[in-house]
């Protein structure tokens, strides 16, 4: 089975810096994507950011990018120029290859703080 | 608007009850999918379904069942077998037909047993 791991429960960072997430995984696929999804106050869960697996070139949406280390399987994301409204819980996602839509592995979640 | 409802927001349980959780889309999307997110912890697959009239279990299904008689609705009933239901349930939909299947999120219900 597919396990999905954040080391970190809880970042904090100032307002305006840079701060990165970790997330390794575990699975024995070649073809997979993974997701960044961010979890504010409201408990709504957001897309933030996704990567297919067989793209090297690294994911980009705006002030977020990813670190993709496929052989160190490894996916971590990089938020700069910090906001108070990033401040959330970050959840670390895998999705096999499947034949169809398949349900997502999350990790635990790194809870982080933004301060003014 | 497009998008995902899930109804109630909150809902009480009494022990030895069955209550069922809705969710309904109308993104047009072919598949659904239920979660379970306890404290501190990330979320949990519990049925997931591709398709009108099919469904499969997740990792944590037991005490849950669901059906899907229409492609907008997917609703989710918590039975009396289930053991420890107190816990944030999310529903998800995404579209088959375009990679990657990004799944996109109700606003959640919040369950509680009395």
């Known amino acids: 089975a597919q396990t999905v791991t954040q080391s970190q429960p809880e970042m904090s960072v100032q307002e305006a810096e840079t701060v990165t997430l970790s997330c390794t995984y575990d699975t024995s696929e070649s073809d997979y994507y993974l997701f960044w999804y961010k979890q504010p106050p409201s408990r709504q869960m957001i897309l933030v950011i996704r990567q297919e697996a067989y793209k090297q070139q690294n994911a980009t949406e705006n002030r977020f990018s990813v670190n993709f280390q496929k052989a160190a399987k490894s996916f971590s994301l990089k938020i700069s120029d910090s906001q108070l409204g990033d401040a959330a819980m970050y959840f670390c996602a895998y999705r096999g290859p499947g034949g169809g839509a398949d349900g997502l592995t999350f990790g635990k979640g790194t809870h982080l703080i933004i301060q003014p | 608007d497009g998008g995902i409802t899930q109804s109630p927001k909150y809902l009480f349980r009494k022990e030895g009850q069955n209550v069922t959780l809705s969710c309904e889309q109308n993104l047009n999307h072919d598949a659904m999918y239920w979660y379970r997110q306890d404290p501190g912890q990330g979320l949990r697959l519990i049925y997931y379904s591709q398709i009108v009239n099919d469904f499969q279990k997740g990792d944590i299904a037991e005490g849950y069942s669901v059906s899907r008689e229409k492609k907008e609705s997917f609703p989710l009933t918590v039975t009396s077998a289930q053991k420890n239901p107190t816990a944030f349930y999310l529903c998800?939909?995404?579209?088959?037909?375009?990679?990657?299947?990004?799944?996109?999120f109700g606003p959640g219900t919040r369950l509680t047993v009395l």
């Open positions: 998800a939909s995404s579209a088959r037909d375009r990679a990657p299947d990004t799944q996109y």
